[in-house]
């Protein structure tokens, strides 16, 4: 099968017109990438559409699986390089062939088979950013199982929730991650979440690392054994047979399992390696992430792999294994073309290396590199300057979610459209295939540059979420209801006068620390579990480095509140072993009472307002100000906020208790410009 081409056709407005107004013809020629083991009947499938349910190329027959590894291999690219591997935390460095890859591949998703794993079961992937965890990844995908990877740093709890509700048949899991000097074990946090899990699985594949070894129960087999197997080939599934489900936070606790299915990734994936990242055949793209993020799951595996590119797995921090220079290094070792990284990760690195000494040392190495890509959460503008002024190289904010999985704002590097710069503040212009409105709390759409809720018109491209899994309601209820016709993203921004799309802040109770999306309400549900504790709420409030961070207000019951710094300190280590470190939940203070609304609802983005030392939003209803005097006065005096922040990151703007905050857009926007 021929490579896919790189278009030179399209300007990204060109591009996007297309794609918005003549969906269909738009992604049949994208279609024409795929290989079809039976072609579909529709590329569009709106017979639901009234419902909001759509599906693309209906009737088609893919693998995934056969399109990432076997079409590079029958055409004669079986050694070129698939995946480099390093881990300066093991101190190894590898890397594979799509050749070797898809034998690894095809040899495990044979384990997978014997033990009894058939197209439609699910597996469960507990794995660090390792190769084997990508293989794991691809031969689910090969044989039609459907992989659900969590993220190493979520805790027994969430691991719980999600085994609950995917049922896997099988979980494979490392017997440890390890995070910078610190080895951390899974099987125990593996084991406490199936103990608390009332799914139990037939089979657990443990991979033994030798920085922790794990016990085994009689549930457990070893990663090795699943190599006792012959190589299977990939099975044909039907465009839509689900490929994964990646759970993401929403604004319960009970996480939504996103669904991808194999066309629409194929299909997706093909398209933005080239078009979005301007990577073609046979050079690298280093998606610095998580395997258990949607980052990981695109940039890391699958996009590239479709695109018969080779992908990165770096197993390290961006500071401090051993130093800020890492990535550097990586890029500079492996001929990263782009490099695709968290804005907190950039800003670890700012802080460490302020003048860019390390990117001084590996610049003249890095021969190849001409993109760096962020995304995950709002590049501040001063971080967008430094990575810009020290790297020479264009720096590409971009806007996504896991429901999205490719992007829905960006400056696309692979098409003929130098005429639109990066802008700092921004995270591009509306990605192809994303017809995107801002529209206000009524529904009417807001002008140029006037805040409001991002929304995107149905239906959303192939490759964009399916479903929830096994909960079509929820997934109807929480993206399609709120305005008819649009898909609602969660995010608040503007688009300006010149289409630079601005994301500024969630409409929802989802908080971003870090890059990691998190939900407050799971965090809640911890704090008001406690036996001390009558009532809780958890804010996101703004952190220099993580961009969010959590911070906890507590009301204890009378009878219990002898000891608060006790409560306080067991509150804290519950939410670690529920929710998983990750949330690094290191604030709560005690108050008497919650703010809220005469109807009982808290006043989170109140809270927040206060703790951030921002003007605060008090809506009318609110049942007795004075509650606010007592909510400032713990903050500053338990906790210290709000405390002086070293630079703007966000600017001020942020939604209104009730909707969104238009005052404030004036001024961001000038800003921006
Ligand atoms: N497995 C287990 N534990 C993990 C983990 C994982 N995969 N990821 C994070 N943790 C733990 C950390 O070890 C830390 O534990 P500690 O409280 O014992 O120190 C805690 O969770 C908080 O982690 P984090 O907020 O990541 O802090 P850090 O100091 O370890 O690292 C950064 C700081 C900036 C380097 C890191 O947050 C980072 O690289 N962020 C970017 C995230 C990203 O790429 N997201 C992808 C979305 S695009
Ligand atoms: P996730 O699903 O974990 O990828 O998180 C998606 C959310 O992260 C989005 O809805 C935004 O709130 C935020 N986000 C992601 N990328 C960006 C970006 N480039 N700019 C601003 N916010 C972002």
């Excluded at 759509?54 to 893919?62: D, E, L, Q």
């Excluded at 490759?463 to 609602?488: A, D, I």
């Excluded at 070293?646 to 208790?657: F, L, Q």
Aim: net charge negative.
């Amino acid at each position: 099968m021929a490579e896919s081409p790189r278009s030179f056709i399209y300007t990204q407005h060109a591009m996007h017109d297309k794609s918005v107004r003549h969906q269909v013809d738009f992604w049949r020629e994208q279609g024409e990438r795929a290989h079809w083991f039976k072609r579909y009947d529709k590329v569009l499938d709106d017979s639901r559409g009234s419902e909001h349910i759509y599906k693309w190329y209906t009737g088609g027959m893919v693998n995934c699986c056969y399109d990432a590894l076997d079409v590079h291999v029958e055409a004669g690219h079986g050694s070129r390089v698939a995946v480099y591997y390093d881990s300066p935390v093991t101190n190894t460095k590898k890397h594979y062939t799509y050749a070797q890859l898809l034998e690894q591949v095809a040899t495990v998703a044979g384990g997978l088979r014997k033990l009894g794993v058939a197209a439609g079961d699910r597996v469960l992937i507990y794995m660090p950013v390792m190769v084997e965890t990508m293989v794991a990844m691809l031969a689910c995908a090969r044989i039609g199982a459907i992989h659900s990877v969590v993220f190493g740093g979520f805790g027994a709890k969430e691991l719980a929730t999600r085994i609950n509700d995917s049922q896997p048949k099988v979980i494979l899991a490392a017997s440890c991650g390890i995070e910078a000097q610190k080895v951390v074990a899974y099987k125990p946090l593996l084991d406490g979440g199936l103990a608390m899990a009332t799914h139990e699985p037939h089979k657990c594949v443990i991979l033994q690392r030798p920085q922790c070894e794990a016990s085994l129960t009689p549930l457990d087999m070893l990663w090795e054994d699943l190599f006792s197997a012959q190589p299977v080939d990939a099975v044909p599934v039907t465009s839509n047979h689900p490929l994964y489900i990646l759970y993401t936070s929403g604004t319960t606790g009970q996480p939504k399992g996103v669904v991808r299915d194999h066309a629409g990734q194929i299909v997706s994936g093909k398209f933005a390696m080239p078009t979005c990242y301007g990577i073609n055949p046979g050079e690298t793209f280093f998606g610095a992430s998580d395997v258990g993020w949607i980052v990981g799951h695109t940039c890391m595996v699958y996009s590239p792999l479709l695109a018969g590119c080779a992908t990165v797995m770096y197993e390290g921090k961006p500071v401090g294994t051993p130093n800020p220079g890492s990535i550097w290094r990586v890029v500079s070792e492996t001929n990263t073309k782009a490099l695709f990284i968290a804005p907190t990760a950039l800003r670890v690195m700012r802080r460490d290396d302020p003048n860019g000494e390390y990117i001084k040392h590996y610049k003249p190495k890095m021969d190849q590199f001409q993109t760096l890509f962020v995304a995950g959460e709002r590049l501040d503008p001063p971080t967008f300057d430094w990575a810009r002024d020290l790297l020479g190289c264009a720096v590409v904010d971009n806007w996504w979610q896991t429901e999205t999985g490719f992007p829905m704002a960006i400056i696309c590097r692979g098409l003929d459209n130098n005429d639109i710069p990066p802008r700092a503040g921004s995270c591009g212009h509306p990605g192809v295939g994303y017809d995107l409105r801002i529209l206000r709390d009524d529904g009417i759409e807001a002008e140029p540059g006037e805040m409001g809720r991002v929304v995107c018109k149905l239906p959303l491209p192939p490759g964009t979420l399916l479903t929830l899994w096994n909960n079509e309601k929820r997934f109807l209820s929480s993206y399609m209801s709120r305005y008819e016709g649009y898909y609602e993203t969660g995010d608040s921004g503007f688009i300006d006068e010149e289409r630079y799309v601005h994301i500024m802040s969630r409409t929802d109770d989802v908080i971003n620390v870090a890059a990691h999306r998190l939900s407050t309400a799971a965090i809640e549900d911890v704090l008001v579990q406690h036996p001390a504790v009558s009532e809780g709420a958890v804010v996101g409030i703004h952190d220099d480095l993580r961009g969010q961070i959590p911070l906890g207000l507590v009301v204890l019951k009378p009878e219990r509140a002898s000891h608060p710094d006790q409560v306080i300190r067991e509150i804290i280590a519950a939410v670690r072993e529920s929710i998983g470190p990750v949330a690094f939940f290191k604030n709560c203070g005690i108050v008497e009472r919650l703010p809220k609304t005469r109807s009982g609802k808290i006043l989170r983005r109140t809270i927040a307002a206060i703790a951030d030392g921002r003007e605060r939003p008090v809506p009318p209803t609110i049942d007795d100000p004075a509650v606010l005097g007592e909510v400032e006065r713990c903050l500053k005096e338990q906790l210290g906020y709000p405390r002086p922040r070293t630079e703007s990151m966000y600017g001020d703007v942020r939604c209104g208790e009730e909707g969104v905050d238009r005052e404030a857009t004036a001024a961001v926007a000038s800003a921006a410009a």
